[in-house]
């Protein structure tokens, strides 16, 4: 199937010309696939395409694609919410999270990290639409929580990811995004150091990029859509 292929080279050109629309250097955007509920064969059409960071949103799913796919380099990132009881099983086999949103996650995720792994690299999850529905801390703590969060061990903080109500319109799509980078130039201003964005998908993530964003989360754009 070379869809996955195309719509692969679709969506990194599209990344490209923003990175030159809004003049941010070229290569500074990652992607992201959002990989959830697809089969790891879709996973391993799009490795040989060229996509090596593959994002999970449920353990037991992830785990039995890791299986499968063993014999490849993915980098894998959690990033969905994080319950209590899967933590020890996200800290054994994720390069990256991206939905810590409170300190007991972390530091279940800081004790559970494999002594012999490199360290957890983890974003905040930050609640930038006050959606009650929504994960994500509220920006009000955050700062505690990035402080406390920096100083576990056998985590590395980068940044911050959010997941914004979604809304029309390039520049009201911007919003939360520029709100984000706000956080994170604060965070940074603080001393910590913080170099990730996690921010836009399939629908707004031109708007995130416009707005600072390092790592892009696609799936649909990706995959098509869900199975």
Known sequence: MPEIQDRLQQILARIAKSEQQFMRPHGSVGLVAVSKTQPAEALARAFVAGQKRFGESYVQEALEKMEALQDLAIEWHFIGPIQSNKTRAIAGH?????????????????????????ALQVLI???TSAETSKSGCDPQELPDLAEAVSSLPRLQLRGLMTIPAPCEGFEQQRVPFRALHGYLQQLQARGLAL?????????????????????VRLGSALFGPRQ
């Open 94 to 118: 994720f390069a990256w999270v991206h939905s810590v949103d409170r300190l007991k996650i972390a530091q279940r995720l800081s004790e559970q990290r494999p002594d012999n792994m490199p």
């Open 195 to 215: 170099d990730t964005l996690s921010m836009g998908m399939s629908d707004d993530f031109e708007a995130a990029i416009a707005e600072g964003a390092t790592l």
């Open 125 to 127: 999850q930050v609640n």
